[in-house]
């Protein structure tokens, strides 16, 4: 009977304590449950932080930060595009960033809570892929030109002419391994609006590029600055920042961006939706467009940062180097990518498998 | 254990792990991209089922059909070297003494265990302008030149004012290169097992009765090894087919192969439906080989069981 009552005692106290527990639960604060765990998913490009950027984040807020890298925004992209698997910000491209809210896939950010907003130079804080910048905060932008290795040029190669149209530099030109892209600065060799999605415009860059193609060595998938480096190429379509890189281990190395005019990009700090952190999200938002932590990533991946007061803080050579920075004229002749619908994109895929197949 | 139809229970415990992994892991995310072939693009990111042929009709376009004839002659070469170097290979690793036989098998297979990135990112070192073959070569220019400048002729010039490297990367050299150093193992393999299960007795008699070693090789050796062969080329000439990674890294301007349109359906382009198209047609002719094999090597051994 001793044994009876025992069990019986120990087993409605067990339940009468789960009662209590669960009472007390559905009554404790709601924001001690909310808390997120302090992590981060990052998706960046490669070679694209600074390198201390995330450990000092680390220490000052205790968020740990996991980075996984993408090559381009295609696959970033195309990762998402079936459901965010779990990452917090991202960073995708001017006209991606277009795409991406089209599709509903980033999530507004609360600008109440980036006080490091007033950081920003005025040009950048609006844009015309992201009016209000609702969904995206600038990181870094630049331009694509033309490197090429002083000592085995007549002169600066200055026009898209000697990428596209003429054989002075035969198979030692690269170009870039994106469809868009190419066609783009085709489009403004030619003289034609860099998004123009006129067919017979297509056409006419597609048949362009088949001429040119026996001179072309190689369509670099983002390598073309080794390819210059090492001596392959001696004139390559890049990004300013990759030959940027090169340019720091070589000093025979040039950048110009030709008088046609090149791509103006941007890349932008976004938070996809479903992002499982987006209260840290945003303290690591703030914390890049933070003047010290600015400065410290620009000096390090030498792209021109939007973020004036990390400029401050910089050195001369970083704010006067024109392959940064350019002149106001030639930022007044490039342009900037825009989406320009699926039936765009379709036809610029056809002209490059045309142009790669012929 | 001797026969699952004595022994169902022993059957299934093995057999259905690796059947529902097969299932969740294999089959049903190739039946979610082959329903995706007769889908169309609805926005940015949806895809609608509803079952039309149009991407079957644009994949069969003579603009892809040209590139699908590109591939197969690339993955054809790639075989013919492959079955050519790798039966060399075979017989060679056949008959050498038993006690070598492991240590050749390791080094054909040790390639095998470096990552293929890492493995085609190799051959870019070697074969590029300052390479390593362009390296050596540079110097036996060097010393030829120093050759000549003892005899007195430098002046002569005959080896040039310049050494000019050899254009070895980014062109279909450096892609079939690159193909066949990947696929080799593919062929050797099959081939040494067939080999190896080869009856020596064979060639004994055959070398007795008076043929030669190549008619020996020729009528008996090539035969008996037949269905290595077999198994061998098609282990080989179908992922050659749909390498993508060797015709990016290593390929020029001229080396599209249909795998790299295929990536770009699903990247840039954005056009899974007609990906999935592109791809079920190359699995399609894929199906097609394996059952032509099939259907050979059933004759094969009817005409054997009559013998």
């Known amino acids: 009977m001793t044994k009876d009552n025992r069990s019986r005692f120990s087993r409605r106290s067990f339940l009468a304590a789960l009662g209590a527990t669960a009472a007390g639960l559905k009554f404790s604060p709601r924001l001690a449950l909310a808390e997120e765990p302090p992590k981060l998913n990052f998706y960046n490009w490669d070679t694209y932080i600074g390198e201390d950027t995330l450990d000092n984040f680390g220490d000052a807020t205790g968020i740990d930060v996991t980075m996984d890298l993408f090559a381009d925004n295609d696959e970033l992209f195309a990762k998402l595009k079936g459901g965010n698997p779990g990452y917090d910000v991202i960073v995708p491209t001017n006209d991606y960033v277009e795409r991406m809210i089209t599709a509903g896939m980033l999530v507004p950010v609360d600008h109440s809570r980036i006080t490091n907003v007033s950081n920003i130079d005025p040009t950048f804080r609006d844009a015309a892929f992201d009016p209000g910048r609702k969904y995206s905060l600038p990181y870094m932008w630049g331009t694509i030109g033309i490197g ?136 690591f938002i703030n914390y890049i467009l933070d003047a010290e ?3 410290e990533i620009a000096s390090f991946i030498q792209y021109a940062t939007p973020n004036a007061a990390a400029r401050k803080l910089l050195p001369a050579e970083y704010n006067t180097n024109p392959a940064i920075f350019p002149s106001q004229e030639t930022i007044e002749r490039c342009e900037v990518a825009t989406y320009n619908g699926a039936d765009y994109t379709r036809m610029i895929d056809e002209a490059y498998t045309r142009i790669m197949a012929s | ?60 376009d003579p603009l892809y059909l040209q590139i699908f004839l590109k591939s197969f002659w690339f993955a054809g070469i790639t075989t013919a070297i492959c079955l050519v170097v790798g039966f060399v290979l075979a017989i060679a690793i056949t008959f050498a003494p038993g006690r070598h036989r492991p240590i050749l098998l390791l080094l054909v297979m040790l390639p095998f265990w470096t990552n293929l990135l890492i493995r085609t990112y190799a051959l870019i070192a070697i074969l590029r302008t300052k390479g390593s073959v362009n390296a050596a070569l540079e110097q036996f220019w060097g010393w030829g030149n120093g050759l000549l400048a003892l005899l007195g002729v430098e002046h002569l010039q005959l080896l040039g004012d310049r050494f000019e490297p050899l254009h070895l990367l980014y062109n279909n050299f450096a892609v079939v290169a690159g193909l066949v150093y990947v696929h080799l193992p593919f062929m050797v393999l099959p081939l040494y097992a067939a080999l190896d299960r080869m009856d020596r007795s064979y060639i004994e008699a055959s070398l007795d009765l008076g043929a030669s070693q190549l008619r020996t090789f020729r009528s008996v050796v090539i035969p008996l090894a037949a269905p290595g062969i077999v198994s061998g080329v098609i282990i080989t000439f179908v992922p050659a087919l749909g390498s993508f990674l060797t015709p990016d890294l ?49 004759r094969r051994d009817a005409r054997e069981a009559l013998a």
Not at chain 1, 186 to 194: A, I, T, V
Not at chain 2, 39 to 47: H, P, R
């Open chain 1, 293 to 295: 932590a600015g400065a």
């Open chain 2, 250 to 298: 290593l390929g020029g301007t001229d080396s599209q192969m249909i795998a790299n349109v295929i990536e770009r359906q699903f990247k840039s382009a954005n056009d899974w439906p007609f990906g999935a198209a592109l791809s079920f047609v190359l699995m399609y002719i894929t199906f097609f080989a394996i059952a032509l094999r099939s259907v050979w090597s059933a």
């Open chain 2, 1 to 60: 254990m001797d026969s699952w139809r004595k022994n169902p229970l022993v059957f299934w415990v093995f057999a259905v792990p690796p059947a529902v992994w097969l299932l969740l892991f294999f089959l049903t995310p190739l039946a979610l991209i082959w329903v995706f072939s007769f889908g169309e693009k609805s926005g940015l990111i949806d895809v609608h089922i509803t079952w039309t042929a149009d991407n079957y009709m644009r994949a069969l």
């Open chain 1, 148 to 283: 090429y290795r002083k000592s085995r040029v007549d002169s600066v190669p200055d026009s898209w002419k000697w990428v596209f149209d003429s054989d002075r530099y035969a198979r030692k030109i690269a170009l870039m391994g994106d469809a868009p892209t190419v066609i783009q600065m085709g489009m403004k060799y030619l003289g034609y609006p860099l998004n123009d999605t006129d067919p017979a415009h297509i056409r006419q860059v597609e048949e362009m590029l088949i001429r040119q193609k026996p001179d072309v060595l190689v369509f670099a998938e983002d390598n073309g600055q080794d390819l210059l480096l090492s001596g392959e190429v001696d004139v390559v379509m890049e990004w300013n920042g990759d030959i940027l890189q090169v340019m720091e281990e070589d000093d025979d190395i040039g950048y110009v961006v030709p008088k046609e005019g090149g791509l103006l990009w941007q890349d932008c700090l976004c938070i996809p939706t479903g992002a499982p952190h987006p209260e840290n999200a945003h303290v």
